[in-house]
């Protein structure tokens, strides 16, 4: 999907800058824009600089990078005047290939940019519905970035103090830009997401389950819902939303935008009024009003014409898609996710309605089996490298249940398989093209299997697309569609071997079968006979239809309300298709006549408005030359300060604390730097710190200094200075991250009395610790695994292990001496899955060291302190608040049980406040401690129960809430009962 970065992204940067103390020790696991979405360092990075924009590049998309700054100038010619707003600077586009999804991202919060993916869209996909995709892709991302960059009044005057973090359009709901957005691709070209059949077919659906008006509540689009269409619910209805506002003149969304952006974020519905003489809320009621009504006419034209009857085989499915049957007739396999279980590969027996899981997958929507009906091949997305997202082949022997991958890093997706020869066919992505290709596939002397005789058979134009090829059960025969970039629609070909070598891989005649100019034809598969079918949306809605070989004419023979895709025929002549549902796609016996033909009732979506330059519908009319620089690429004028901001807080025991921070990183974040400075008046102290982070060698590497000013306890806090040098690298799996890191540091930290007491307590110093160095290593893992509807995750685990080794001690009745202290940590959680999302999560926690300063720590005591991280210095535990004990070695086990009370997933109306749901906690803990002799063992217990809750806040910050009791049972150790209130901000980033 094509999403805006929310402003909230910042903060995944500048965080740091509200907590001086992560500054001197970078928090483990911390990874920048560069690691998430795979900036490699080792590419020959280029930059090319138009009027507008500055765009980087790998040399090996030159040919994309200039079409890419083609569309964009002509993107700013259009849309500039349009959404009422100019860039004071270049746009900062970062082009690259390394992931097999089409995407694009924008925030121009801290001027991140756009980031566009060189990718065209799978046929399959929401965004199949283009004409020219890069054209259309550079249209709906600059769109964004004009609307979330427009600062104007006081909003000028804050962006001149804070940098470019408080823009204030990047606060408005998710629906609302992208269904600006979605508004503006659909009326600057000649599809988009506006005129697909796709919208159409979910509207239809929630009409005929009648949920219409449940799943498309206004309340319900500030936050993300789970059920399906789940992430489509913003583009699709806030495209249907800004396309009413805007229904007599285009013109209206840059007044929106424009009034967003010079008041408040959050007045929505006065914004909409003030623009069109209606709020959200009564643009809402008339548009589902109008909306139910012609999906009823639409069903009811359907059903008046004959409807065709099918009959489940899966049920209550998010997406099942890619049916492929064995030649013996006794296994069919398809993809499925469901609101329990991620997308996987499946198997059925065809006799029964038991199914088994082979394989996780992410994308693909073909597969097919063997000659031998013993072995399945697919295709699943996986991370190659620490910085690509590509896809391969992969096989499944059913005989000995192994899986094994076929390709390594190729690209290879959507593979068909024939019954009469060892060819497979599937498409290869390319740097902005798919084309279709073959491989024979051959057995080993011990029985694996392997690929080889890789060919491209058929490679089209740059930013078209082959996709989900069948081959005939003889192997001379491919049929595919083909999206050829600049038209709106997709046609079937068929490429044919020419003479009796199956072999050759050049001598294939490649024809188009369909040639319709609007309409989606794709999906297509052979019957037994060699007859070829496809779906196409020709009447507004997907059906199959027959290609006539001899007439070259198509016929439909089916006659659905919502839509069909990816069919596949069974050995027995049985048609089988998935089905959309409110519930999502699911697999159907389809039961038609496939020699009969129908007459289908034809629908059309209605359009947004038109833009006033009715020639830019057309990209083929908008040939733009711009001067153009291209050089090598340089970190500069990237790298300079993004943001420059002041703060300040209170607190009871420390009084105020005035600060200001300095952020920056370069357009690849290969280069990152944080400066903060603040002071305390009332202790007489100022503190700061400088971070400089480097990950041009792949790992990061961070140079950190930093003076910190904290309250240790009542009149008394602590003053500790810092330098360091750390290491580490961010190694992400498909499901899972690798994390480890090194770090050199020099400590020096000093206990003192506020300046009042100083008299009472003799000194202003208490007590010191000699400057020392310090070693640390650490690593962390990732593997917690969830579904869509898990309240936490429900597989897997995770690890924390690690070591410190310290030069030097306190200094006082030893002084003089230097001590090494050697202090490790080790935390394990696991999750396990008990059915119904509720979740048993085991966690135990081993902290030694050869000292007695490692603590055994209980919450600091306010009603609204948060439960604190253990580190190698202090281990968290629960029940036993203001409470803390010295200990040698320490372990802390824990069982932990979330379960779930409700899933509300509403808002209320265009307020900035989103539940998503409410859940129930409760656990059982024990401690024990060792300080000096052997055998000096102290233990505690606690246990306690909570009810938590999940929010979205101002429409992109996910907040956990929670009132908590917790227990300590040894009352002589400082357990007590206490009820507190604990708030965490979540994830910031996507």
């Known amino acids: 999907m094509i999403k805006p970065l929310s402003v909230l992204i910042g903060l995944f940067f500048a965080s740091a800058a509200f907590l001086p103390q992560a500054v001197a020790r970078p928090e483990v696991g911390f990874s920048g824009l560069g690691e998430q979405l795979g900036f490699s360092p080792f590419r020959d990075w280029k930059t090319l600089n138009t009027n507008h924009f500055r765009i980087t590049y790998p040399q090996e998309l030159q040919e994309l990078a200039d079409l890419a700054a083609k569309n964009l100038e002509e993107s700013h010619r259009l849309l500039s005047p349009l959404l009422q707003w100019t860039p004071r600077l270049r746009t900062q586009v970062v082009l690259i290939d390394n992931s097999d999804f089409a995407n694009g991202l924008t925030a121009a919060t801290l001027r991140l940019g756009i980031v566009l993916w060189a990718t065209p869209p799978d046929n399959w996909s929401s965004i199949a519905h283009y004409d020219d995709w890069f054209r259309l892709l550079c249209l709906h991302e600059y769109a964004h970035f004009l609307n979330l960059d427009a600062t104007r009044d006081f909003w000028s005057v804050l962006r001149m103090i ?15 830009l992208e269904g600006l957005a979605v508004t503006i691709e659909t009326a600057f070209t000649q599809s988009g997401r506006g005129r697909s059949s796709y919208y159409s077919m979910i509207l239809r659906a929630a009409e005929e389950s009648g949920r219409l008006q449940q799943i498309s509540s206004l309340g319900g689009l500030t936050g993300p819902r789970t059920e399906s269409p789940g992430g489509e619910i913003p583009y699709l209805f806030g495209y249907q939303l800004m396309a009413k506002l805007s229904s007599e003149s285009l013109d209206l969304l840059g007044d929106l935008s424009t009034k967003s952006s010079q008041s408040l974020p959050w007045k929505l519905n006065s914004y909409a009024e003030s623009v069109s003489g209606k709020d959200w809320n009564t643009h809402w009621k008339e548009w589902v009003l109008e909306a139910g009504s012609r999906a009823r006419s639409e069903i009811a034209a359907v059903r008046s014409s004959g409807e065709t009857s099918t009959q489940n085989i899966t049920h209550q499915n998010v997406s099942t898609l890619g049916i492929a049957f064995s030649p013996d007739g006794k296994w069919m396999a398809y993809s499925k996710e469901s609101q329990s279980e991620r997308q996987g590969v499946y198997l059925r027996s065809t006799g029964a309605d038991h199914e088994q899981r082979i394989s996780d997958q992410i994308g693909g929507a073909s597969m097919g089996f063997t000659t031998d009906s013993q072995a399945l091949v697919f295709s699943r997305v996986d991370r190659h490298g620490l910085y690509d997202f590509y896809s391969d082949l992969w096989i499944y022997d059913l005989s000995k249940k192994n899986l094994s991958r076929l390709s390594f890093g190729k690209r290879f997706r959507d593979p068909s398989s024939s019954m009469g020869s060892d060819w497979i066919v599937f498409t290869a992505n390319e740097a902005g093209r798919t084309s279709l290709a073959r491989a024979r596939l051959t057995r080993d002397s011990h029985g694996g299997y392997f690929i080889s005789d890789e060919q491209i058979l058929y490679r089209p134009s740059l930013m078209s697309r082959v996709s989900t090829p069948r081959i005939s059960s003889d192997g001379k025969r491919v049929i595919f569609s083909l999206h050829e970039n600049g038209k709106p629609g ?27 100019t609007k309409a989606l034809d794709r999906f297509p598969f052979f019957d037994r006979a060699g007859t070829v079918y496809f779906v196409s949306n020709r009447s507004g809605i997907d059906n199959i239809y027959r290609w006539d070989a001899n007439t070259g004419s198509t016929s439909a023979i089916t006659n659905v309300t919502t839509g069909l895709w990816l069919p596949a025929i069974s050995q027995e002549g049985r048609l089988a298709a998935s089905l959309y549902r409110s519930s999502g796609w699911d697999v159907v016996w389809v039961e038609t006549d496939l020699s009969k033909s129908m007459v289908l009732p034809v629908f059309e979506a209605p359009l947004p408005a038109r833009p006033k ?48 921070l300095l952020l920056g990183f370069d357009a690849l974040d290969l280069h990152r730097y944080l400066a903060i400075l603040e002071a305390r008046p009332s202790l007489g102290e100022w503190g700061g710190g400088l971070s400089y982070s480097n990950r041009v060698l792949g790992a990061a590497w961070t140079l950190s200094g930093s003076r910190r000013v904290e309250s240790l306890f009542e009149q008394v806090y602590t003053r500790k200075s810092e330098a360091g040098l750390g290491l580490s690298l961010y190694y992400p799996r498909t499901y899972s991250v690798w994390n480890p890191s090194l770090e050199f540091s020099w400590e020096k930290d000093e206990v003192l009395a506020y300046p009042a007491m100083k008299g009472a307590l003799g000194s202003g110093t208490l007590q010191t610790r000699r400057s020392a160095p310090t070693f640390s290593a650490e690593l962390n893992y990732s593997g917690a695994l969830s579904s869509r509807q898990s309240i936490w995750p429900e597989e897997g685990f995770r690890t924390r292990l690690g070591n410190k080794w310290s030069l030097g001690g306190w200094l006082g009745s030893l002084e003089g001496q230097r001590r090494t202290t050697t202090q490790a940590l080790w935390i394990q959680s696991h999750y396990f899955n008990l059915g119904n999302h509720v979740v048993l999560s085991p966690r ?48 802390v086990t824990a069982l932990d049980l979330r379960f779930p009370i409700r899933r509300v997933e509403r808002g209320w109306h265009t307020y900035p406040v989103f539940l998503e749901s409410i859940q129930g906690l409760a656990f059982l803990e024990s401690s024990v401690r060792r300080r000096e002799s052997v055998g000096s063992w102290r233990g505690t217990a606690s246990y306690g129960a909570g009810l938590l809750a999940d929010f979205v806040l101002f429409y992109s910050a996910p907040v956990s809430a929670s009132v908590q009791f917790h227990q300590g049972t040894k009352m002589s150790a400082g357990g007590r009962p206490e009820v507190f209130l604990d708030l965490r901000l979540g994830q910031l980033f996507f």
Do not use: C, H
Request: hydrophobic share 40%; no cysteine; charged share 15%.
């Open 162 to 176: 804070a940098g470019d973090s408080t823009l204030p359009n990047s606060l408005w709901p998710a629906w609302m």
């Open 490 to 516: 997709e046609s079937i070909f068929e490429a044919v071997i020419r003479g009796a070598d199956v072999g050759a891989s050049t001598d294939w005649q490649v024809k188009q079968l369909t040639s319709d």
């Open 613 to 660: 330059e009715s020639s830019v519908v057309s990209g083929s009319q908008n040939t733009i030359t711009e001067s153009q620089t291209v050089s090598d690429y340089s970190i500069f004028p990237s790298i300079l300060p993004r943001t420059w901001a002041p703060y300040f807080s209170y607190g009871t025991e420390a009084g105020w604390t005035l600060g200001a």
């Open 844 to 891: 135990w926690q081993v902290a030694l060291s050869n000292r007695p300063e490692l603590q055994l720590a209980g919450r600091s005591g306010g009603v609204f302190d948060a439960i604190g991280e253990s580190s190698f210095d202090s281990v968290v535990i629960r029940g036993y608040p203001k409470t803390f004990f010295s200990a040698k070695q320490a372990a």
